[in-house]
């Protein structure tokens, strides 16, 4: 179904989820997207520390071209506000990550963490009941045993489909730091969790120990210089994960090298241009997000203002960079000013790894077209969302005369920014959040 | 940093104040304080620094410079019998000297391009954002701090030694109570310690009496140090309150002891 990027892709509006109100509530703010590995299943998480899975619907009489049609699947609690008392320390309910293990029988599985703590999650429907028992009454309650005069075989019933959500595994007291990333290894045992300074490796099974394998906290913390900021596995070589710092570089580890994967079997990093230097030069080069390409050949991160391709064969430079609001480079002095420069901003690519994307401010998001050199500038808005409503790409002014329909970067709404979105890995269809809603996109299908 | 000395120096300054008051904030934050986003603070405030002092030491090295002409300028005038007095003709062209330094406007002298630079460094223009004071043109010397307690920037008049300065530590010998040689031993001082001096947490160990770890740290680059602010203990922070509003006479210092106040806040 992935459509080759032939000709000049176009987005329709689909679905948007989410409060209408311009008022939003804390809680309901989108901090992680996924798709599980068919793209039947969305899952988004809050910062309310609730998980919403919605399942595609194929069929849709109204509008049979929409392919896309996500409902509400499953809601559910993930992880509850805590209170650390030895340090005396809230921590936050926020989902950080959601991340799907492929499925393997007729239920679903899911990590979902917080700061401190992973989650095992299974979501399994019911759509049966058991009926006929011979001890209780329909309502449950337990009948007189003398008015028991024959036995029968209780028999399943069809019923409504209920989703349950129940967690299977507690993943905790593991992590010192802030648990940023958690991935699950292509031989779907084991997983890793990484923090600001640490690594660890879980098997999904065992929830009272896990290894460490990544260790860069300093034997004096006065000498910190980075940390980590994001880690994923590397798609099919199960002994192979990378991790992103601070600094802007990318270790690659290989864990059959040594238990301790401290020191790396290889080291991305492109040098500074001195000519960009300014007091924001390390804020901007922090790595926000890194994903490998579904074929395992690159890798893609994103920093503050680009995204780089990486050839996994080649360290010392990317192969591809992208530029997602150079214009923001101007102003960065404002952007730390009101923490905009703090923002972590996430990246993915598409089922083939031939478009990546990301997210902007004033509810813009970006798409590269690596094979045909183009990008688009999409937004995100109740305004354009009439069913099957073609987006128009739009176009910032960075200085002289303003177009018509452009918009000028003073203009621009740094309280409305996409930091999480999602493409399905079979189809093009895409999941971006703002800041309380999440908008579905398809493309267009020609004839 | 490739820009203007002028706009480099105004946000040098506004950028250490804005970096003190998100690491202030940060303590409050819920889920605890985030260590990335500290890290990239730190960041910032060591390149602000790097800047700042780099400003203040050309600064300093242009006052001794003045000083030297001036003290043979006055030897040149203490020849003539008919100066009153020599020690108060001396304050007054130090005077002279260093509005000339700060203030072109006033003597027409000091034409040098570099006036108008130190002029924004000790001598902020009425509504620069980050120094609030009412253009009191008087005198060269003022600092900018932050107070963490009200949240008020405020300058403060540098002619004074206080006691919680640099010039407590063993290199800092008390100078003798003239304005010329009051000068240079701030800046001998703060010039010759400017490596050590530079490095804030050294310096934040020595206004700390109590805590003398490392007399020898030498490590001047590293602001992500920063990092042992959330080391340190929050014990005898209220005691340090009281030393710490006496703190901020010298230039360089002052900024120095407005980051010790953020840091003891931790």
Known sequence: MLAGSGGDMQWCFSQVKGAIDDDVAEADIISTVEFNHTGELLATGDKGGRVVIFQQEIENKNYPQLRSEYNVYSTFQSHEPEFDYLKSLEIEEKINKIRWLPQKNAAQFLLSTNDKTIKLWKISERDRRADGYNLKEEDGRYKDPNSITSLR?????????????????????????????????????????????????????????????????????????????????????????????????????????????????????????PSNRSFFSEIISSISD??????????????????????????????????????????????????????????????????????????????????????????????????????????????GKRKKDEISVDSLDFNKKILHTAWHPLDNIIAVATTNNLYIFQDKLTG | MDRGTMECAVDAQSLISISLMKIHNSRTQRGGIKLHKNLLVSYVLRNARQVYIKEKYAEIYR?????????????????????????????????????????????????????????????????????????????????????????????????????????????????????????????????????????????????????????????????????????????GLLSRQADLEQICSKQALASLGAWTRAIVAF
């Open chain 1, 153 to 273: 075989v209780p028999v399943l019933i069809p019923m409504d489909l209920m989703v349950e959500a129940s967690p299977r595994r507690v993943f905790a007291n593991a992590h010192t730091y802030h648990i940023n990333s958690v991935s699950v290894n292509s031989d779907h045992e084991t997983y890793l969790s990484a923090d600001d300074l640490r690594i660890n490796l879980w098997n999904l099974e065992i929830t009272d120990r896990s290894f460490n394998i990544v260790d860069i906290k300093p034997a004096n913390m006065e000498e910190l210089t980075e940390v980590i900021t994001a880690s994923e596995f590397h798609p099919n070589q199960c002994n192979t994960f990378v991790f992103s710092s601070s600094k802007g570089t990318i270790r690659l580890c290989d864990m059959r090298a040594s238990a301790l994967c401290d020191k790396h079997s290889k080291l991305f990093e492109e040098p500074e241009n």
């Open chain 2, 63 to 235: 006052m001794q410079q003045y000083e030297e002409v001036m003290t043979v300028c006055n030897e040149i005038q203490e020849l003539n019998p008919l100066d009153p007095e020599p020690e108060d003709a001396e304050e007054e062209d130090l005077e002279v000297a260093a509005l000339s330094c700060c203030a072109p406007l006033q003597d027409g002298g000091g034409k040098e391009p570099e006036t108008s630079f130190y002029r924004s460094c000790c001598m902020e223009t009425p509504g620069s954002p980050c120094d609030p004071f009412a253009g009191n043109g008087s005198h060269c010397n003022k600092t900018t701090v932050l107070d963490l307690d009200t949240h008020v920037v405020t300058t403060v008049e540098n002619r004074y030694l206080h006691q919680d300065c640099c010039c407590s530590a063993p290199q800092c010998a008390p100078v003798p109570d003239s304005p010329v040689r009051k000068r240079k031993g701030d800046f001998g001082c703060c010039a010759s310690d400017l490596e050590e001096v530079s490095d804030f947490s050294a310096s934040r160990k020595r206004v700390r009496r109590e805590e003398c770890t490392d007399p020898n740290y030498t490590d001047t680059s590293n602001i992500s140090n920063l990092i042992s602010i959330f080391g340190s203990g929050f014990s």
């Open chain 1, 290 to 399: 890194v994903k490998f390409s579904h074929n395992g050949q690159y890798m893609m991160t994103r920093d503050y203002l680009s995204v780089k391709i990486w050839d996994l064969k080649m360290e010392n430079r990317p192969v591809e960079t992208y530029q997602v609001h150079e214009y923001l480079r101007s102003k960065l002095c404002s952007l730390y000013e009101n923490d905009c420069i703090f923002d972590k901003f996430e990246c993915c690519w598409n089922g083939n790894d031939s478009v990546v994307m990301t997210g902007s401010y004033n509810n813009f998001f970006r798409m590269f077209d690596r094979e045909h050199r183009r990008d688009v500038t999409l937004e995100a808005s109740r305004e354009n969302s009439k069913p099957l409503q073609v987006l128009k790409p739009r176009k910032v002014c960075t200085g």
